[in-house]
Nanobody, 115 residues
Framework: QVQLVESGGGLVQPGGSLRLSCAAS????????MGWYRQAPGKQRELVAG???????NYADSVKGRFTIARDNTKNTVYLQMNSLKPEDTAVYYC?????????WGQGTQVTVSS
């Protein structure tokens, strides 16, 4: 088992920045991919960004060039740097850890982009 705890969400104006953190209760080296997902009201959960153990990354088209995902294996933490935020980025953001036989989710952190 592993617990994932997200932090860093909040209210920000359009064009602003936030950095989300996801701290795992044990080593994340066993998870071949760590990802951030989001779910807006009335919408399905969607992948925002993912990073593999080899630091290969992938992003949703809607956030490319604005968001950056990174993992720090020494701190068992994954980050999502979000710049140039837009109102449509408003959602609950969830951290995910995945291996061949395991799939864990955090409790989510709210991000609201509004003036």
């Amino acid at each position: 088992q592993v617990q994932l705890v997200e932090s860093g969400g909040g209210l920000v104006q359009p064009g602003g920045s936030l950095r989300l953190s996801c701290a795992a209760s044990r080593s994340i080296l066993t998870f071949y991919i760590m990802g951030w997902y989001r779910q807006a009201p009335g919408k399905q959960r969607e992948l925002v960004a993912g990073v593999s153990t080899s630091d290969s990354t992938n992003y949703a088209d809607s956030v490319k060039g604005r968001f950056t995902i990174a993992r720090d294996n020494t701190k068992n933490t994954v980050y999502l740097q979000m710049n140039s935020l837009k109102p449509e980025d408003t959602a609950v953001y969830y951290c995910n850890a995945r291996s061949t036989f395991e799939d864990y989710w955090g409790q989510g952190t709210q991000v609201t982009v509004s003036s």
